[in-house]
């Protein structure tokens, strides 16, 4: 890899140690998503499932947005035995440990006999991925020095969509032909890649420790410090606003997309030839063009492109669904979607793991990530099934696409105002952090 990157200059930022580090970090942090997202909304669907019961089990992500909640306890607290690995390493392990074994409880389950035993065993999926998402996140920005956070966030999306992709792809064809209970225990591998990265690399350079607990006070600083810290900043509110509203359609719409698909008559092979297929392919083209971006307009005008790109490819769905079963129809709003979602996943991840001081990593971005999707999520388990049967998918989708637009104008704002800079973390280079203008 060396001696390609000296052959190919351009290549260097994507084969450092740093990079390629997110890039397995992220292969990991995708497979538990997928497990229950559209694998599983594909696997109840199947089993006859009624929408509102399937949508319902949209709020298994909700775990995911209360992960705020116990991640400082992955920032500070220090595990016997293995501790002595290192605070990101010991927690990778443990927390990769715990997913292989709720992938595992979750092949067990037999959503026909058991609906509630199967949304139980969705939860502890959550919970544990949402733990082992806290220890990826903290692992890849403390890796990642600021001028790499572009490069390390598309890197990080890279194998975020081969993880999601490649176990939501293995899972239809493993069920296909021998059942969903050996399809989910197939993808419980996926784990391993962050576990093994952790272990070859090393504890991150970057991480500092918070200042050690002695009593109750020094224990509940751990728990406030890092709210308390970004609160403190000039804009933070409305940073938090907008973390909270940018994502809502986007959220709304990219979890009903199988009953789409399923509703409209596409077949187990087509759904993995268009939405994995296809759609895998345009998302790396999206990350590659994000990375692009971000590198020639600067975080700011980036982040507002992407936030227009994935506000019309919501459009792009109430377009298939006003077509019907379209296999060109269903590439080109797949592949449009997933471009889209590269390019700001790109753009966005960065700007919000920036925002973070290297104190309190693990608090702080899964305060902005569970956030960034928590109204979305909300609003799917407890409506969108009921919203999708009296509105049709046309105008839900329409829906999903305005919902989109006050995001964009306060992102807009916030540009022009100066808050995206004033609010900036020391991950970015905010403070003490040393990094780049953003422009």
Same mark, same amino acid.
């Given at each position: 890899? !060396?001696?390609?990157?000296?052959?190919?200059?351009?290549?260097?930022?994507?084969?450092?140690?740093?990079?390629?580090?997110?890039? &397995?970090?992220?292969?990991?942090?995708?497979?538990? #998503?997928?497990?229950?997202?559209? =694998?599983?909304?594909?696997?109840?669907?199947?089993d006859g499932i009624d929408k509102?019961?399937?949508?319902? &089990?949209?709020?298994?992500?909700?775990? $995911?947005?209360?992960?705020?909640?116990?991640?400082? +306890?992955?920032?500070g607290v220090r595990l016997p035995?293995?501790?002595?690995?290192?605070?990101?390493?010991?927690?990778?392990?443990?927390?990769?440990?715990?997913?292989?074994?709720?992938?595992?409880?979750?092949?067990?389950? *037999?959503?026909?006999?058991?609906?509630?035993?199967?949304?139980?065993?969705?939860?502890?999926?959550?919970?544990?991925?949402?733990?082992?998402?806290?220890? +990826?996140?903290?692992?890849?920005?403390?890796?990642?020095?600021?001028?790499?956070?572009?490069?390390?966030?598309?890197?990080?999306? #890279?194998?975020?969509?081969?993880?999601?992709?490649?176990?939501?792809?293995?899972?239809?064809?493993?069920?296909?032909?021998?059942?969903?209970?050996?399809?989910?225990?197939?993808?419980?591998?996926? !784990?391993?890649?962050?576990?093994?990265?952790?272990?070859? %690399?090393?504890?991150?350079?970057?991480?500092?420790?918070?200042?050690?607990?002695?009593?109750?006070?020094?224990?509940?600083?751990?728990?406030?410090?890092?709210?308390?810290?970004?609160?403190?900043?000039?804009? !933070?509110?409305?940073?938090?606003?907008?973390?909270?509203?940018?994502?809502? /359609?986007?959220?709304?719409?990219?979890?009903?997309?199988?009953?789409?698909?399923? *509703?409209?008559?596409?077949?187990?092979?087509?759904?993995?030839?268009?939405?994995?297929?296809?759609?895998?392919?345009?998302?790396?083209?999206?990350? &590659? +063009?994000?990375?692009?971006? $971000?590198?020639?307009? @600067? %975080?700011?005008?980036?982040?507002?492109?992407?936030?227009?790109?994935?506000?019309?490819?919501?459009?792009?769905?109430?377009?298939?669904?006003?077509?019907?079963?379209?296999?060109?129809?269903? !590439?080109?709003? +797949?592949?449009?979607?997933?471009?889209?979602?590269?390019? @700001?996943?790109?753009?966005?991840?960065? #700007?919000?793991?920036?925002?973070? *001081?290297?104190?309190?990593?693990?608090?702080?971005?899964?305060?902005?990530?569970?956030?960034?999707?928590?109204?979305?999520?909300?609003? =799917?388990?407890?409506?969108?099934?009921?919203?999708?049967?009296?509105?049709? $998918?046309?105008?839900? #989708?329409?829906?999903?696409?305005?919902?989109?637009?006050?995001?964009?104008?306060?992102?807009?704002?916030?540009?022009? =105002?100066?808050?995206? *800079?004033?609010?900036? /973390?020391?991950?970015?280079?905010?403070?003490?952090?040393?990094?780049?203008?953003?422009?």
């Amino acid at each position: 890899m !060396a001696l390609l990157a000296r052959r190919v200059p351009a290549l260097h930022p994507y084969l450092e140690k740093e990079s390629l580090a997110a890039f &397995f970090v992220g292969v990991s942090s995708g497979f538990p #998503y997928a497990m229950i997202g559209a =694998t599983l909304t594909t696997r109840l669907a199947q089993d006859g499932i009624d929408k509102k019961t399937v949508t319902a &089990f949209t709020l298994a992500f909700l775990v $995911y947005n209360l992960k705020v909640f116990w991640a400082w +306890i992955v920032d500070g607290v220090r595990l016997p035995l293995i501790g002595r690995m290192g605070q990101r390493v010991s927690w990778m392990l443990v927390a990769g440990t715990m997913v292989i074994a709720a992938v595992v409880n979750l092949a067990l389950v *037999d959503p026909t006999a058991d609906i509630a035993a199967t949304a139980t065993a969705a939860i502890l999926v959550g919970i544990a991925g949402a733990t082992f998402d806290i220890v +990826i996140d903290a692992y890849r920005i403390e890796t990642l020095k600021p001028e790499q956070l572009g490069v390390g966030s598309g890197m990080s999306q #890279y194998g975020w969509r081969i993880g999601s992709a490649g176990a939501g792809a293995l899972a239809l064809v493993v069920a296909a032909k021998s059942g969903w209970s050996n399809a989910y225990l197939a993808c419980a591998v996926f !784990a391993l890649p962050a576990m093994l990265t952790a272990l070859v %690399l090393g504890e991150p350079q970057r991480h500092r420790e918070p200042t050690a607990r002695k009593g109750l006070a020094e224990v509940w600083q751990s728990i406030a410090g890092p709210f308390a810290e970004f609160f403190q900043r000039s804009g !933070a509110v409305l940073v938090l606003a907008f973390i909270l509203v940018h994502k809502i /359609g986007d959220t709304l719409a990219n979890l009903t997309f199988r009953l789409l698909f399923d *509703d409209l008559g596409f077949s187990n092979e087509e759904i993995a030839l268009w939405d994995v297929g296809v759609g895998f392919w345009a998302y790396l083209i999206g990350i &590659f +063009i994000g990375g692009v971006a $971000y590198a020639r307009m @600067g %975080l700011k005008r980036s982040v507002l492109l992407a936030l227009v790109l994935m506000c019309i490819s919501n459009f792009s769905f109430a377009a298939l669904a006003a077509a019907g079963h379209s296999n060109i129809g269903m !590439a080109a709003a +797949i592949g449009f979607e997933n471009a889209a979602s590269g390019f @700001g996943g790109v753009v966005v991840v960065a #700007y919000f793991s920036a925002l973070c *001081d290297l104190r309190f990593t693990a608090a702080q971005y899964a305060l902005i990530s569970a956030g960034a999707s928590v109204i979305g999520r909300f609003v =799917t388990g407890t409506t969108a099934g009921g919203m999708i049967e009296q509105m049709g $998918y046309v105008s839900f #989708y329409l829906l999903t696409t305005a919902l989109a637009i006050p995001g964009i104008l306060l992102f807009w704002w916030m540009s022009r =105002t100066g808050l995206v *800079d004033a609010a900036m /973390g020391t991950a970015g280079g905010g403070k003490d952090g040393n990094a780049e203008t953003l422009h």
